[in-house]
């Protein structure tokens, strides 16, 4: 302790100040304080004085300022300073009481270093839940800067809905800390963001005893990714789970069908036998037909069965989807009710696929009908899509009926509509043969829709959530023997690069790819930037040019040629835009060889594809 006149000068100086300081007390008695505070320092610490002696207060230890002490040997220690004003009959004097704080520096710093070198977020904590250190790690997965995060309350890591459950658990484990392991007993727990955004965390609790009281450690790990690679999992077991029932179910219905197939034709030959021999006006005769329409009913309802596992006769043709649907319209509006309005949107440049005509029919009829009944009474719509689209394995794997199939390129078709939509719970059953959540059922519609899809090597994926109405996608495999493009004759002489036509309007691909087959050129078409990206890397040593539409929802024109150019693939690209060029081009900086303004034509669009094709063709020559 020293006690400091007015003009700053040592009036006294206790043991502790002289062992602290290594001077004698005669030494420091009559000497200015700033003696004892490194040269440096000096004028700071003056103005300091002269501000506190203005006006003097009670100022504790450890007051937010970094101070040092110089020791008789020219060394410089850390100290913290208590002021206290009193009044003697000489005048104003302030007793300054001085602790060495280097062990705990050297304990703070080593703590730093560990929290520092820690894998996961570290937050350490004193037991009024005031962050008192974090690390690196913390400002990665948090996205808050230190600075920001020192002196505030643990609760702003935290969603604000939490804060009072969080203070109650904090505060109750300052009670009694003890060791707790990452994610034990704690529940579902989340971590918030500075723009807002929520995130899965876990912690492990350590407490920590220093000179100044309890500190508790909280390792925090954002489990973000694992509980995604958990929900992959567990969706990939569900879709095994539920094909392998399916394949159990097709298996039991090819052999009922089969053994039921065989007793009817003892059913109907008799009866056609019996039949026969009845004189014209036999009093049975009408039961005996009743009995063969009755079999010939079953025998229908085994085909169906037969259908649905997959067992079915197929007559594969090539077969344009958009025609067959177009040609089946009277029939669809017959089928579908007068209330709802029926929305088509058929892909007129779709490549032929090897089906067999009848039974996608048939699959067209059951969805429409399906459709139709989810809507029931009231107004509704219904729309029919046709188109070809890029499907990542990942979506493959959520389909029925999708265990033969790879990423790339199908034929889909859409059946959509705004009805009562399903829970989860009906949507895993059906395609189970007489399920129906209707009052009175109609055999195996949707089952038989399964067994078809399965015979053609496609697949089914259904969108639906109750009041939302639902959304079935067919996948029908492209014809391999086709190719990429119907327009590749010339086998003999070297391939002709692909163009790649990306834009989310389906007229807008409609018309280009009829404009490029038309002029002899291979496609291929996608709806976003996203889609594109996958048929590029499916198809890298293929596609020559880039067709890039600018303004597309999700990822934009600009973002996808930037990906482009960052994954190195070897096209040239042209943009589009309905904007003039200046304007539309703000935001790409990276390299493209020509821009066509919408609405183009036709022959303005060829011109600047010949030019990109014939660019492409003296790059690879040189």
């Given at each position: 302790?020293?006690?400091?006149?007015?003009?700053?000068?040592?009036?006294?100086?206790?043991?502790?100040?002289?062992?602290?300081?290594?001077?004698?007390?005669?030494?420091?008695?009559?000497?200015?304080?700033?003696?004892?505070?490194?040269?440096?320092?000096?004028?700071?610490?003056?103005?300091?004085?002269?501000?506190?002696?203005?006006?003097?207060?009670?100022?504790?230890?450890?007051?937010?300022?970094?101070?040092?002490?110089?020791?008789?040997?020219?060394?410089?220690?850390?100290?913290?300073?208590?002021?206290?004003?009193?009044?003697?009959?000489?005048?104003?004097?302030?007793?300054?009481?001085?602790?060495?704080?280097?062990?705990?520096?050297?304990?703070?710093?080593?703590?730093?270093?560990?929290?520092?070198?820690?894998?996961?977020?570290?937050?350490?904590?004193?037991?009024?839940?005031?962050?008192?250190?974090?690390?690196?790690?913390?400002?990665?997965?948090?996205?808050?800067?230190?600075?920001?995060?020192?002196?505030?309350?643990?609760?702003?890591?935290?969603?604000?809905?939490?804060?009072?459950?969080?203070?109650?658990?904090?505060?109750?484990?300052?009670?009694?800390?003890?060791?707790?392991?990452?994610?034990?007993?704690?529940?579902?727990?989340?971590?918030?963001?500075?723009?807002?955004?929520?995130?899965?965390?876990?912690?492990?609790?350590?407490?920590?005893?220093?000179?100044?009281?309890?500190?508790?450690?909280?390792?925090?790990?954002?489990?973000?990714?694992?509980?995604?690679?958990?929900?992959?999992?567990?969706?990939?077991?569900?879709?095994?789970?539920?094909?392998?029932?399916?394949?159990?179910?097709?298996?039991?219905?090819?052999?009922?069908?089969?053994?039921?197939?065989?007793?009817?034709?003892?059913?109907?030959?008799?009866?056609?036998?019996?039949?026969?021999?009845?004189?014209?006006?036999?009093?049975?005769?009408?039961?005996?037909?009743?009995?063969?329409?009755?079999?010939?009913?079953?025998?229908?309802?085994?085909?169906?069965?037969?259908?649905?596992?997959?067992?079915?006769?197929?007559?594969?043709?090539?077969?344009?989807?958009?025609?067959?649907?177009?040609?089946?319209?009277?029939?669809?509006?017959?089928?579908?009710?007068?209330?709802?309005?029926?929305?088509?949107?058929?892909?007129?440049?779709?490549?032929?696929?090897?089906?067999?005509?009848?039974?996608?029919?048939?699959?067209?009829?059951?969805?429409?009908?399906?459709?139709?009944?989810?809507?029931?009474?009231?107004?509704?719509?219904?729309?029919?899509?046709?188109?070809?689209?890029?499907?990542?394995?990942?979506?493959?794997?959520?389909?029925?009926?999708?265990?033969?199939?790879?990423?790339?390129?199908?034929?889909?078709?859409?059946?959509?509509?705004?009805?009562?939509?399903?829970?989860?719970?009906?949507?895993?059953?059906?395609?189970?043969?007489?399920?129906?959540?209707?009052?009175?059922?109609?055999?195996?519609?949707?089952?038989?829709?399964?067994?078809?899809?399965?015979?053609?090597?496609?697949?089914?994926?259904?969108?639906?959530?109750?009041?939302?109405?639902?959304?079935?996608?067919?996948?029908?495999?492209?014809?391999?023997?086709?190719?990429?493009?119907?327009?590749?004759?010339?086998?003999?002489?070297?391939?002709?690069?692909?163009?790649?036509?990306?834009?989310?309007?389906?007229?807008?691909?409609?018309?280009?790819?009829?404009?490029?087959?038309?002029?002899?050129?291979?496609?291929?078409?996608?709806?976003?930037?996203?889609?594109?990206?996958?048929?590029?890397?499916?198809?890298?040593?293929?596609?020559?040019?880039?067709?890039?539409?600018?303004?597309?929802?999700?990822?934009?024109?600009?973002?996808?040629?930037?990906?482009?150019?960052?994954?190195?693939?070897?096209?040239?690209?042209?943009?589009?835009?309905?904007?003039?060029?200046?304007?539309?081009?703000?935001?790409?900086?990276?390299?493209?060889i020509g821009f066509v303004q919408k609405p183009w034509r036709v022959r303005h669009l060829l011109s600047e594809v010949r030019r990109a094709l014939d660019t492409h063709a003296s790059a690879a020559h040189t």
């Amino acid at each position: 302790m020293v006690v400091v006149r007015g003009d700053g000068i040592m009036a006294l100086a206790n043991a502790q100040a002289v062992r602290l300081f290594g001077h004698s007390r005669e030494a420091l008695i009559g000497q200015p304080i700033e003696m004892l505070i490194p040269k440096r320092l000096h004028e700071e610490h003056r103005n300091h004085r002269q501000v506190y002696a203005a006006k003097p207060s009670l100022r504790p230890m450890g007051s937010e300022m970094e101070l040092f002490g110089l020791h008789v040997d020219g060394s410089e220690f850390p100290v913290e300073v208590s002021l206290s004003p009193v009044e003697t009959k000489e005048g104003s004097v302030v007793i300054a009481a001085v602790r060495d704080i280097t062990g705990r520096k050297k304990d703070a710093e080593l703590l730093r270093q560990l929290v520092e070198s820690a894998p996961d977020a570290m937050v350490i904590v004193d037991a009024r839940g005031t962050i008192r250190l974090v690390n690196g790690q913390t400002e990665r997965v948090f996205g808050y800067s230190r600075a920001a995060l020192i002196g505030e309350s643990v609760e702003a890591l935290i969603p604000e809905r939490l804060h009072a459950v969080h203070q109650r658990h904090r505060e109750r484990y300052a009670r009694g800390p003890t060791l707790r392991a990452m994610g034990a007993g704690m529940g579902k727990l989340l971590g918030r963001r500075p723009d807002g955004t929520e995130f899965p965390i876990e912690i492990s609790l350590s407490p920590i005893e220093t000179r100044d009281g309890l500190l508790i450690s909280a390792a925090i790990r954002d489990i973000t990714e694992r509980q995604r690679e958990e929900e992959r999992r567990l969706s990939i077991e569900a879709s095994l789970q539920h094909a392998q029932k399916l394949e159990s179910l097709g298996v039991m219905a090819g052999g009922v069908a089969h053994d039921f197939n065989n007793l009817l034709v003892g059913v109907l030959g008799n009866a056609e036998l019996v039949e026969a021999e009845l004189p014209p006006d036999f009093p049975l005769r009408v039961q005996v037909q009743d009995i063969q329409a009755a079999a010939e009913r079953a025998a229908d309802l085994c085909l169906q069965l037969l259908a649905y596992a997959g067992k079915a006769r197929v007559e594969l043709q090539p077969t344009d989807l958009s025609a067959l649907i177009r040609d089946m319209l009277h029939l669809i509006e017959i089928a579908v009710s007068k209330h709802h309005k029926l929305h088509l949107a058929l892909d007129s440049s779709l490549p032929l696929i090897l089906v067999d005509s009848t039974q996608v029919r048939q699959v067209v009829m059951n969805l429409l009908l399906n459709a139709s009944e989810a809507i029931s009474d009231r107004a509704g719509h219904i729309t029919v899509t046709t188109n070809i689209r890029y499907f990542a394995q990942e979506y493959l794997r959520n389909c029925d009926v999708a265990d033969r199939l790879e990423a790339g390129r199908y034929v889909v078709l859409s059946v959509k509509d705004d009805g009562s939509g399903m829970s989860q719970a009906v949507r895993c059953r059906i395609f189970e043969p007489f399920f129906t959540t209707k009052f009175t059922g109609r055999g195996i519609g949707l089952a038989s829709v399964l067994g078809i899809v399965r015979a053609m090597g496609g697949a089914i994926q259904v969108e639906s959530e109750v009041g939302a109405g639902t959304c079935v996608n067919v996948l029908f495999p492209l014809n391999t023997e086709q190719g990429l493009s119907e327009v590749e004759t010339d086998t003999d002489g070297p391939k002709q690069p692909v163009i790649l036509v990306v834009d989310d309007e389906q007229v807008v691909r409609s018309v280009a790819s009829v404009a490029l087959k038309q002029a002899g050129l291979p496609y291929l078409v996608a709806q976003s930037g996203f889609e594109a990206l996958e048929i590029l890397r499916a198809h890298r040593d293929e596609i020559g040019v880039v067709l890039l539409d600018l303004s597309m929802p999700g990822m934009s024109g600009a973002q996808c040629l930037h990906t482009m150019r960052e994954e190195c693939f070897d096209i040239e690209v042209i943009l589009c835009s309905g904007y003039e060029e200046h304007d539309a081009t703000r935001a790409v900086t990276d390299q493209y060889i020509g821009f066509v303004q919408k609405p183009w034509r036709v022959r303005h669009l060829l011109s600047e594809v010949r030019r990109a094709l014939d660019t492409h063709a003296s790059a690879a020559h040189t």
